[in-house]
């Protein structure tokens, strides 16, 4: 009488191998994508709560917008929304990029402004979220 070895063969381990290997590429993937929707989202929400500071400055700082920053990136920036008459602090510190942390781009003139995402590397700059190259930005509600 032979005697018969127990446990898995060359093959069957493979195939199970196999079967993970594409579960995970699968979980992978799913996972990227969720985390890209999330930091989208992320960035509408933080473009929001700027807009929103944006828009209290106006009634409360005599009916003009804040301007950029004249520094580090040719007046396309914005740190902190403060009015300085009356004192008070609207928006202490803005939120920056999920990703890159880098600023959000912001312009005005005084009667208006945009606000944008930052800009992907490129000639000229394209406005993009993770989802697409759509241009995100938003501008005064007044």
């Known amino acids: 009488m032979k005697k018969r070895q127990m446990g898995f063969t060359l093959l069957e381990m493979l195939v199970v191998l196999g079967i993970i290997g594409v579960i995970m590429a699968i979980a992978t993937s799913s996972f990227s994508t969720a985390q890209k929707k999330a930091r989208d989202s992320r960035r509408r929400s933080d473009l929001k709560a700027i807009q929103n500071a944006v828009e209290q ?54 009667s208006f402004y945009t606000l944008c995402i930052p800009t992907r590397v490129a000639t000229p700059p394209i406005f993009e979220s993770e989802s697409g190259t759509t241009p995100f930005c938003i501008t005064n509600q007044q």
């Open 57 to 110: 400055y106006y009634s409360v700082c005599g009916y003009k917008y804040p301007t950029a920053n004249p520094e580090p990136t040719n007046g396309r920036e914005i740190t902190s929304v403060v009015c300085l008459n009356p004192s008070s602090a609207i928006l202490p510190a803005v939120p920056k990029d999920p990703k890159s942390d880098a600023a959000y781009v912001y312009t005005s003139e005084g």
